[in-house]
């Protein structure tokens, strides 16, 4: 078949770390169990040197791979730096949390090393199987990775749970694919949007295995009602892959999700709009009523994130054919919401670091020991809650901007007014934190009962540090002058939406 | 000169931004210091805040100090554009002295000094950016920015309150503060939101003020439209301005805070929602204004009889205060209402005042409070007799409260009565009377708390401290100045208050 | 005479300047006060000087037509509400009118508070807060003289407010004293109630005329541009103003209890000045009271003649010398007030200035005897003058002036009143003015002879007079008491009596009907020489008097039960209410409409928290219920 | 003769589900997915799709049936019998009819008839596995990798320091 | 001929069998096993889809056979998952005794 590998070096990122992942793996055999750090290190330079080769190779490419299986664009390009950078910062936050918690130290930074490379495909491609595959890779690397802890029976279920609940989902997604493929033949993308174009020749069989396509991703989003895995998983996964499956796992889901939904299914929006919007207001509606609830900060992130999810989902219901700001409103979110939940994240895992507790109330009085982690948090916390300065604030603003230009006002109303909800659990964190009965005011002025870390650990470690304080500038910097985040994510957006 | 206006006003909100960050950089425990800085920050403030003010070209009107920042390109295109008219310079002022006030008589402020003034320039910050916009998207960011900083100087230098019925605890207070005050402003970003769209629908998608308030002119914007839009507003930046029944959070919050904090909350905060009604609610959809202006009279009525009523029960000095502002903020809402440019201005003229005025009783209470640890009128007695200087100036503000010539509250009531009674006689009677109400807590507090035998636990009380001293009596100063020659404030006012559609 | 407006801003100098230089001047800076009101007396006699000599062409003069008599007015801008020249708008102006009625007022203000505040220093001296006081009273002065050269009504409002927080200040001087405390609120409150319904009228003439200016609204009453109905009700809540400020019933109730504070400020403020605003302000502005036949000047005369009938009930019973004479002074406020509302305006004024220097006299008087002896009650008095010969003799002076006892002022300026009753009013009225007249003149001499003569008992042996200081201004005061009732006459010569200068729309000569100034005389002359009988020589016995009206006793007592009555209001119905909102802003407000719905979210979140069961299957039946949803929304989305 | 086959192999198909979702014995249930998987293999056939009818077999009669057997065994406990179904099986039933009820009517509103089954030879079945589809056979190739290094780490017994 | 429908149902009521499994089992082993069988479902559709579309592709240039490369890869997808699935129930199990998935709910709400 002539010209499929004609571009073949446009992959070469991908190659590369694949090769680096095996490399890790494979030097792993030789590193003696002390030194296993060694291995995030090497991980997180080759992942420096990717991102530089990215950059180099793929700025401004706008090819399609395989006959229509994978882009090469600046949507992909995005997601990959995107991606790449997010597995430097979890391999930071995680390497201290490994080498004191788990086992198996080695084949950790590779698994992250794969998921990378999964998340890295599926933004990248344009075709049902590809996709299925890559998140499939994804999957299995979190899969692994939730249930990391061996010896501790909450990392056991997670992991149960999570591959049970992954592989039905997954089920689902895939009979999809066959219906899509038992009705129009194909799985490409563009297919999908050319058999759309005219919607009243459409089969049912095409509606339902959309509908349970989207069922498969949104069990990867965590969207309401396919989320009640994830408290769970949350909580059971060790801290740092909590974070990466905050994260990493989906802002993947949605690299796939926009660019099914706008390269795919974009047609048809006027049939999905409405469905996807009624997800999108119920998750994050459950999400955040549900965090109120919550006495574990991983669960309680976990709920958070749902909502997030939910907010982001509005962004994916307003997609439109006439303008890029849905899918820009999205992507700077995804930004946004990452570096705050990096920020966030980082600091729970140095807190739990030091102490080794998960339950809100283990904050208490943490801003007079650990200033410094108390601020962190609660930027990022107030961030997720959508308050200015920080990137939370400036994303929220753009998207719903985006909504309402698509005249889903009272969907932007509905999402204003569950960030609304979030704040009051942000805030029973920040309150742990911060705010003390006056008595002890008068005794801390004193220099008696001055909190004290009782684990470990009694400071954040450097490695952390320099993830909270570059996510630090990031959410100020998001939140203060996004445009140059913008410039970027706009040419991603065009890419997905070339009528524009 | 030319050059230094057009950045006066990047300037005014940059450099307490610029202090906070660089606080953020010393030494936590050199509480001195710190103050110190802050003292130049918010001397700096002020001086700027003061020269807008003196700049202001009243001849000409209109918006000045004109500057504009590229932000986001499009299709959203935000841009920081920065003007202000008279009524900006006048609240821009009150901002200025407000933080230099609070700034300075926080020195007693020695659990994590620094964190304290980081947030209180935070919030100077928010203000100061809030009036000073000409752009939606800012508007909403600063005034976000504003509110944000109060949940923790609530929470973590607050004081809970033990009444003999009921408790208050300062994280309760911060919460429902913050909560609040975040509900309103869901309220007007959905009513942002619903101006960005029905803007699109007549072709120009934009934040900016200046061309909504062009298309609301050209009636490019529905009535129908304008008249749902505006109630978003109306209650969304009401519920910052304490309307009733949304006031709530506001006696609470005001009785929590430390003294800095209440100044400036009472002070100055609380006016960003009027502010928001004049500069949002009604330019950019002048006809829903319309339609509303009964309801919002009917509802600042409602909150001056309401609140002076809730202040006679009270016995507590801060929720005696807090409820009078909830009664002082009723005028303002009331002014706003006539939609008639005496009343209007007479609302503005109000902010100024009343800013003033309660931030020097939350120094005087704050002042009280240091000494005596109690704010129970019923335990406090003659402390005249022991804090001359003090009850003095709660004399003269309280006096300033009740509406007495020659103190800047009456000019701005008179005018505000003046406004509505052209307009809405029946409700202007009423809000007469409710001013007449002032007097009766107002003297009930005075009579209990400073007057009569002085209590022999009161013995070691000292007076104000310099530093208060000098404050409380510059607010005095300001207040009889205004009340006595309010024309310097008000030729700023009329002209730019003449320039609002709809008066 | 365009320097008028000097003759407060002394004043208004002064106060402030002792406030902050108290401290480092000699006599606390009490001479800055007395320097003040004293070239404010000087220049009074300038501007006076000048008025005489104005005329219809003087600049800025003019013979007005809505009261008919020559006046100046000065004016100069002070603020604008609304943009200067757009429509709606308002120019506010610092403004003055020189017309007889300012004039006679600024000469009694001026005077009587020069007298008060010489007699001050001695009566005041040695007071913790002497400076204080002075400066309240240059304030008081300041704000007092403004008020009656006001050109505007806002001004007027300005002032009137001023010398109402003076006022509050001044009786709350001692406010150690939980008395003068609870007096001092009262007083403000309960003339603030007024200070409303004037505030009110004020607005509805501004909302009638777009303007504060008095001359506007005369202008607009005059053609009819302000319809009878508003007119009438401009001037009735104007009135009650008026009621507050002058003691009016059911307003009067704050005026004897306002006796706690200093004698000189009694005398000062609430006998000759402050007090007697209300009857200024309705004579300021009688062009709106007598317009459209003076609807509104019935009710002041029927306040006025219910005020000065039951005032002077009180003041017969009452044993303190002051509150005898507070009620004396609210009596006479209300004939003043019946004066007016039968068309006496003359008479009126007439009475408000000898009033003014009378009733100032018997409270310095009674000041002095309280600076002798330490003592009000009258029952524990009797015999002064042998301890204080001149206050006795200027006290009994002053009393006899008001009493009625001809050829002291007091009687002109009475009958003059009776007289204008006569013309104008219902015989009924004429009657109960006679009978107010009798009981004035008997309350009087009950203080009078009860107080100075008798025997003197022995615990009032050590009693001293007062020094001269105090002495000096009463003396000038009783001078006028005495004498100030000629300027009523017609003189030969140019001089047509005081109605040839002070009048409303028409000149007045002196009149006098012989059978109404012969009656008057008698019921004077016979109501002392009662009180002779009966209070020294206990020849005549009330005894039997009492017997038959005992009933009534108790009530006069008592004030007629005002005090408790509103108290009552006070306490069972606004602070019942004011604690009721209180409790429903807690309960229905905050913990109902506001926590109630932030619980009712967290208890939703903590009941929706119960799907996430922790069981794997029931996961999975979620996302099975979930895509069959999911599916069929799709399906059925995209048939429509 | 093709719809005798379709119907046998169906019935044994949908049988051996039904074995494996009913049965109470695990091992019973293990052998009836066998039995199942062997008559998808038998569908396959009559699709003519040879080469994944014998993938079938070798891979889900061969390898996976043995892997589920050494779990069985390895896990084999008393707790087998009574944790057969759980309380929501009613509601299980339900959806589970609901969703065919979806399912089928999507596919029977607009299904395509008279078509014909169509074989594709080998080589092109070979040929685009690993020219088109090369990217994601390396990926599924790597999922492989992960799911064996995975299995390794999870299930190893726990040494201490390694 | 047996109309490509026919198979669609069967893959469809197979599917809703397995899937039943997941809803009804406690045995985490059944609960795998079910899987298996939808991703059987699944393969069925699959190839069935591509033995009868074969000749109606859409502006392709070789016939598609796309379905029987997809089910290649789902099957090897499923062995996967099952393998790795399987490892973690092994490790519940040697853990706390049990693949009752009824007991596996350390964490819920």
């Given at each position: 078949m002539p010209g499929l590998t004609a571009n073949l070096q446009l992959l070469t990122?991908?190659?590369?770390?694949?090769?680096?992942?095996?490399?890790?793996?494979?030097?792993?055999?030789?590193?003696?169990?002390?030194?296993?750090?060694?291995?995030?290190?090497?991980?997180?330079?080759?992942?420096?040197?990717?991102?530089?080769?990215?950059?180099?190779?793929?700025?401004?490419?706008?090819?399609?791979?395989?006959?229509?299986?994978?882009?090469?664009?600046?949507?992909?390009?995005?997601?990959?730096?995107?991606f790449l950078g997010l597995g430097i910062f979890i391999i930071l936050s995680s390497m201290d949390y490994v080498e004191k918690n788990l086992t198996s130290r080695g084949e950790f930074y590779g698994l992250i090393l794969f998921s990378i490379l999964g998340m890295n495909v599926m933004a990248q491609s344009r075709e049902l199987l590809t996709a299925y595959i890559s998140l499939e890779l994804l999957s299995f690397c979190l899969y692994v990775l939730a249930a990391y802890a061996r010896n501790e029976a909450k990392s056991n279920e997670a992991g149960l749970k999570y591959i049970i609940i992954g592989a039905f989902s997954s089920a689902v997604l895939l009979y999809g694919v066959s219906m899509v493929y038992s009705t129009l033949g194909v799985t490409q993308f563009a297919s999908i949007s050319a058999a759309l174009a005219n919607p009243g020749d459409v089969s049912p069989a095409l509606w339902v295995g959309m509908a349970l396509i989207l069922v498969g991703l949104g069990f990867k989003l965590a969207a309401v009602p396919f989320h009640m895995w994830a408290p769970d998983v949350y909580e059971g996964a060790p801290f740092p892959v909590t974070a990466y499956l905050a994260i990493g796992s989906k802002a993947a889901a949605f690299a796939l999700v926009l660019r099914l939904f706008a390269e795919g299914f974009l047609p048809a929006v006027d049939q999905w709009r409405i469905v996807v919007a009624v997800m999108a207001a119920i998750t994050m509606l459950t999400g955040n009523l549900v965090a109120l609830a919550q006495h574990n900060i991983k669960r309680l992130m976990a709920y958070s994130s749902v909502g997030q999810v939910g907010i982001i989902l509005t962004g994916v219901a307003a997609l439109s054919a006439d303008?890029?700001?849905?899918?820009?409103?999205?992507?700077?979110?995804?930004?946004?919401?990452?570096?705050?939940?990096?920020?966030?994240?980082?600091?729970?895992?140095?807190?739990?670091?030091?102490?080794?507790?998960?339950?809100?109330?283990?904050?208490?009085?943490?801003?007079?020991?650990?200033?410094?982690?108390?601020?962190?948090?609660?930027?990022?916390?107030?961030?997720?809650?959508?308050?200015?300065?920080?990137?939370?604030?400036?994303?929220?603003?753009?998207?719903?901007?985006?909504?309402?230009?698509?005249?889903?006002?009272?969907?932007?109303?509905?999402?204003?007014?569950?960030?609304l909800i979030s704040l009051y659990y942000y805030l029973q964190v920040i309150r742990q934190m911060y705010i003390r009965p006056v008595e002890e005011v008068a005794e801390a002025i004193a220099g008696e009962d001055v909190y004290v870390p009782t684990g470990p650990e009694v400071s954040t470690s450097p490695l952390i540090l320099i993830v909270q304080s570059v996510t630090l500038v990031g959410v100020f910097w998001v939140g203060v002058y996004p445009a140059p985040?913008?410039?970027?994510?706009?040419?991603?957006?065009?890419?997905?939406?070339?009528?524009? | 000169m030319e050059n230094f206006d057009q950045i006066a006003l990047a300037l005014i909100i940059f450099i307490p931004l610029a202090g906070a960050i660089a606080a953020m950089f010393m030494p936590a425990d050199r509480q001195k210091d710190v103050w110190y800085f802050a003292i130049v920050v918010a001397g700096l403030c002020f001086a700027l805040s003061l020269y807008i003010f003196l700049r202001y070209d009243y001849g000409a009107g209109g918006f000045q100090f004109q500057d504009s920042y590229k932000w986001l390109p499009a299709p959203v295109d935000i841009n920081l554009s920065l003007a202000v008219d008279g009524i900006s310079a006048l609240l821009i002022l009150l901002n200025g002295i407000i933080l230099l006030g609070g700034v300075l008589i926080s020195q007693n402020i020695v659990y994590r000094p620094r964190d304290f003034f980081v947030l209180l320039l935070a919030l100077g910050a928010g203000v100061f950016g809030t009036f000073a916009v000409r752009d939606l998207f800012f508007l909403f960011f600063f005034y976000e920015l504003a509110v944000l900083p109060m949940y923790l100087l609530i929470g973590v230098w607050g004081s809970s309150t033990d009444f003999r019925t009921f408790f208050r605890a300062k994280e309760y207070a911060a919460t429902k503060l913050f909560l609040f005050l975040v509900a309103g402003s869901v309220l007007v970003w959905i009513g942002i939101l619903a101006v960005y769209m029905g803007a699109a629908e007549s072709g120009f998608p934009t934040f900016s003020m200046e061309t909504l308030g062009r298309l609301a002119e050209a009636g490019q914007l529905s009535e129908e439209f304008q008249t749902w839009v505006f109630p978003l507003f109306m209650v969304g930046f009401g519920v910052l301005a304490g309307m009733w029944p949304f006031h709530t959070w506001s006696p609470d919050g005001h009785v929590s805070a430390p003294t800095a904090v209440s100044m400036l909350h009472a002070g100055v905060l609380m006016k960003l929602g009027a502010y928001g009604i004049i500069r949002v609610g009604m330019v950019i959809v002048p006809e829903g204004a319309e339609n509303w202006m009964p309801v919002l009279i009917t509802l600042g009525t409602v909150n001056v009889l309401y609140g002076a009523v809730s202040a006679m029960s009270q016995t507590d000095l801060k929720y005696i205060i807090g409820y009078s502002s909830v009664s002082h903020m009723g005028y303002v809402l009331m002014g706003i209402a006539t939609l008639d440019r005496i009343g209007v201005g007479g609302a503005v003229l109000q902010m100024f005042s009343h800013g003033i005025m309660t931030a020097l009783m939350f120094l005087l209470v704050g002042a009280i409070y240091d000494r005596t640890h109690t704010r129970d009128i019923?335990?406090?007695?003659?402390?005249?007799?022991?804090?001359?200087?003090?009850?003095?100036?709660?004399?003269?503000?309280?006096?300033?409260?009740?509406g007495l010539p020659g103190l800047s509250g009456f000019i701005a009531e008179f005018m505000v009565f003046t406004g509505a009674f052209r307009t809405y006689l029946p409700l202007a009677v009423l809000a007469v009377i409710g001013a007449a109400l002032t007097a009766v807590y107002i003297l009930r507090l005075l009579a209990l708390t400073f007057l009569g035998e002085s209590d022999a636990r009161w013995e070691h009380l000292t007076d104000a401290s310099p530093v208060e001293k000098a404050v409380g009596g510059a607010f005095v100063l300001i207040m009889i100045f205004v009340g006595v020659w309010p024309e310097p404030l008000l030729r700023l006012i009329n002209v730019s208050v003449d320039a609002l559609p709809g008066v | 005479m365009e320097w008028a407006w000097l003759i407060p801003v002394f004043s208004f100098a002064a106060a402030p300047l002792?406030?902050?230089?108290?401290?480092?001047?000699?006599?606390?800076?009490?001479?800055?006060?007395?320097?003040?009101?004293?070239?404010?007396?000087?220049l009074f006699w300038w501007v006076f000087a000048g008025f005489l000599g104005a005329g219809a062409g003087t600049e800025n003069c003019l013979v007005s037509a809505h009261t008919g008599t020559l006046t100046c007015h000065y004016q100069m801008a002070w603020f604008h509400a609304g943009l200067a020249g757009a429509a709606g708008s308002v120019a506010l102006t610092w403004g003055i009118i020189v017309d007889p009625l300012t004039v006679a007022m600024l000469g009694l203000v001026t005077f009587v508070a020069l007298m008060v505040q010489i007699y001050s220093l001695g009566y005041m001296r040695g007071d913790s807060r002497f400076g204080w006081y002075y400066a309240v009273h240059a304030l008081f002065a300041a704000a007092m003289l403004t008020l009656v050269l006001a050109d505007n009504f806002l001004l007027l409002y300005v002032a009137w407010e001023l010398v109402g927080i003076c006022s509050y200040l001044l009786i709350g001087f001692w406010h150690e004293r939980p008395a003068a405390k609870e007096a001092a609120k009262k007083a403000f409150i309960v003339t603030r109630i007024g200070?409303?319904?004037?505030?009110?009228?004020?607005l509805l003439i501004w909302r009638e005329v777009g303007s504060f200016s008095m001359f506007d609204a005369f202008e607009a009453v005059s053609s009819g541009a302000m319809t009878e109905g508003v007119t009438t009700v401009a001037a009735l809540l104007l009135f009650l103003g008026a009621m507050g400020k002058s003691a009016q019933f059911p307003f009067h109730v704050w005026l004897p209890d306002a006796m706690e504070g200093p004698t000189p400020v009694s005398a000062l403020i609430h006998a000759a000045t402050m007090v007697v605003a209300g009857v200024f302000l309705v004579a300021r502005v009688y062009p709106i009271f007598s317009a459209y036949d003076g609807d509104a000047l019935l009710v002041v005369a029927v306040i006025g003649l219910i005020t000065a009938l039951m005032a002077s009930t009180i003041a017969l019973v009452s044993v303190d010398l002051?509150?005898?004479?507070?009620?004396?002074?609210?009596?006479?406020?209300?004939?003043?007030?019946?004066s007016l509302g039968a068309f006496g305006y003359t008479a009126a004024i007439f009475h408000l200035l000898a009033h003014g220097f009378a009733k100032a006299l018997l409270f310095l008087g009674a000041g002095s005897v309280m600076h002798g002896t330490d003592e009000l009650d009258i029952r524990k008095m009797g015999g002064l003058r042998k301890v204080m010969p001149m206050t006795a003799f200027l006290f009994s002076l002053g009393a006899l002036s008001l009493g009625g006892i001809p050829i002291l002022s007091g009687f002109w300026s009475k009958d003059e009143i009776l007289l204008a009753v006569n013309d104008h009013l219902n015989p009924a009225f004429i009657i109960l003015a006679l009978l107010t007249a009798f009981l004035s003149a008997m309350y009087m001499a009950r203080a009078m002879f009860v107080t100075f003569f008798g025997n003197l008992r022995q615990e009032m042996e050590h009693a001293h007079e007062s020094p001269a200081s105090m002495i000096g201004p009463m003396a000038l005061l009783g001078v006028l008491a005495a004498v100030f009732g000629f300027v009523g006459f017609n003189w030969p010569g140019s001089y047509q009596g005081i109605g040839s200068f002070l009048f409303f729309h028409e000149a007045e000569g002196f009149h006098f009907n012989w059978w109404l100034g012969i009656l008057s005389m008698i019921l004077a002359v016979g109501a002392f020489v009662l009180g002779y009988l009966i209070y020294i020589k206990d020849r005549v016995s009330l005894e039997g008097f009492r017997a038959r009206i005992g009933g009534l006793i108790p009530v006069v007592e008592n004030k007629y039960y005002f005090d408790e009555a509103y108290q009552w209001v006070v306490d069972r119905?606004?602070?019942?209410?004011?604690?009721?909102?209180?409790?429903f802003d807690r309960i229905v407000i905050n913990d109902l409409a506001v926590n109630g719905p932030a619980n009712s979210v967290h208890r939703l979140g903590i009941a929706m928290r119960l799907h996430v069961t922790g069981h794997v299957y029931s996961y999975a039946m979620g996302m099975v219920l979930g895509t069959i949803a999911l599916s069929i929304f799709w399906w059925f989305r995209s048939v429509s | 003769m093709s719809w005798i086959l379709f119907i046998a192999l169906a019935v044994l198909t949908l049988g051996g589900g039904l074995g494996v979702v009913a049965t109470r014995n695990v091992v019973h249930a293990a052998l009836a997915l066998l039995l199942s998987l062997l008559a998808v293999a038998g569908i396959y056939l009559i699709l003519f799709a040879e080469f994944l009818a014998i993938v079938q077999v070798l891979i889900y009669g061969g390898a996976i049936t043995i892997v589920l057997l050494f779990a069985i065994m390895l896990t084999r406990t008393a707790e087998y019998p009574r944790i057969t179904d759980n309380r929501q099986w009613p509601l299980a039933a339900v959806a589970s009819v609901a969703t065919l009820a979806v399912l089928a009517g999507s596919f029977w509103t607009k299904a395509a008839v008279d078509t014909q089954p169509h074989n594709p030879a080998l080589t092109d079945l070979a040929n685009s596995l690993f020219t088109r589809w090369a990217i994601p056979f390396e990926i599924a190739s790597l999922v492989l990798l992960v799911a064996l290094i995975g299995a390794i780490i999870i299930a190893r017994e726990s040494e201490e320091g390694t | 001929m047996v109309d490509l429908v026919y198979f669609q149902l069967l893959s469809a009521a197979l599917f809703v069998i397995g899937m039943y499994g997941v809803l009804a089992r406690r045995s985490a082993v059944l609960i795998v096993m079910s899987i298996e069988l939808m991703l059987n479902a699944v393969n069925i559709n699959l190839i069935a889809a591509a033995s009868h579309l074969g000749y109606r592709s859409v502006g392709e240039a070789f016939t598609n056979f796309d379905g029987q490369i997809i089910a290649i890869f789902v099957i090897t997808v499923a062995a996967a998952e099952l393998g790795l699935a399987l490892a973690i129930i092994l490790r519940i199990y040697r853990n706390r005794g049990s693949v009752n998935v009824d007991e596996v709910d350390l964490m819920k709400w």
């Open positions: 990122p991908e190659f590369a770390l694949a090769g680096l992942a095996l490399l890790v793996l494979a030097v792993d055999l030789v590193v003696p169990q002390n030194r296993k750090n060694l291995l995030g290190w090497l991980s997180i330079a080759g992942l420096l040197g990717l991102i530089a080769l990215s950059l180099k190779m793929l700025w401004g490419e706008n090819e399609t791979l395989y006959g229509g299986l994978l882009a090469v664009d600046a949507f992909s390009l995005f997601f990959k730096i995107f303008s890029i700001l849905p899918a820009s409103g999205v992507m700077l979110y995804l930004v946004g919401y990452s570096l705050t939940n990096m920020l966030v994240f980082a600091g729970l895992i140095s807190f739990f670091n030091m102490t080794g507790r998960e339950d809100i109330s283990a904050f208490r009085g943490l801003a007079d020991g650990q200033p410094f982690l108390a601020a962190t948090i609660a930027i990022g916390l107030f961030s997720l809650g959508g308050m200015p300065i920080f990137a939370g604030f400036t994303v929220k603003f753009y998207l719903f901007t985006a909504l309402a230009s698509q005249g889903l006002l009272w969907l932007a109303g509905l999402a204003i007014f569950s960030s985040f913008l410039t970027v994510i706009d040419a991603a957006s065009h890419a997905i939406l070339p009528g524009l | 019923s335990v406090l007695k003659g402390l005249f007799s022991r804090m001359g200087v003090t009850g003095f100036f709660f004399a003269i503000a309280g006096l300033a409260s009740m | 002792i406030v902050v230089l108290g401290r480092v001047l000699p006599g606390s800076g009490s001479f800055l006060a007395i320097l003040a009101i004293a070239a404010g007396f000087a200070d409303v319904g004037m505030l009110i009228g004020i002051k509150r005898i004479l507070a009620y004396s002074t609210i009596s006479h406020l209300g004939l003043m007030m019946l119905v606004v602070l019942v209410f004011a604690n009721f909102i209180g409790l | - | -």
